[in-house]
Nanobody, 127 residues
Framework: VQLVESGGGLVQSGGSLRLSCSLS????????IGWFRQVPGKEREGVSW????????DYADSVKGRFTISKDNAKKMVYLQMNNLKPEDTAGYYC?????????????????????WGQGTQVTVSS
């Protein structure tokens, strides 16, 4: 399994970016993709996740209403549309893959549950 992120960049506060996560080598259609972000010196934070099978998803409170996660089954892509960006959204953004599952609303926001990670893409929001 390999994940490759793209779409990061520099944007002004209030602007938008769309991150992409390209998936390859996926053996089954029963997995979850999570988006995380990390600022140097801080712990990696779960931003959003989407279940490939049923399309269920969720968002961290800090991005709810501004970010939208989606997937394209045919292209094997997961997207993170980020609108109304704020300087505090500045971070390295990573997509991650897991086949683990647990019936808990916090499960997929935990980086410990993912075992394949992309290389990351930098998002910088200027004020």
């Amino acid at each position: 399994v390999q994940l490759v992120e793209s779409g990061g960049g520099l944007v002004q506060s209030g602007g938008s970016l769309r991150l992409s996560c390209s998936l390859s080598g996926i053996p089954f259609d029963d997995f979850t993709i999570g988006w995380f972000r990390q600022v140097p010196g801080k712990e990696r934070e779960g931003v959003s996740w989407i279940s490939w099978g049923d399309g269920s998803s969720d968002y961290a409170d800090s991005v709810k209403g501004r970010f939208t996660i989606s997937k394209d089954n045919a292209k094997k892509m997961v997207y993170l549309q980020m609108n109304n960006l704020k300087p505090e959204d500045t971070a390295g953004y990573y997509c991650a893959y897991t086949t683990y599952w647990y019936d808990s609303i916090d499960f997929f926001f935990s980086q410990a549950q993912y075992y394949v990670w992309g290389q990351g893409t930098q998002v910088t929001v200027s004020s």
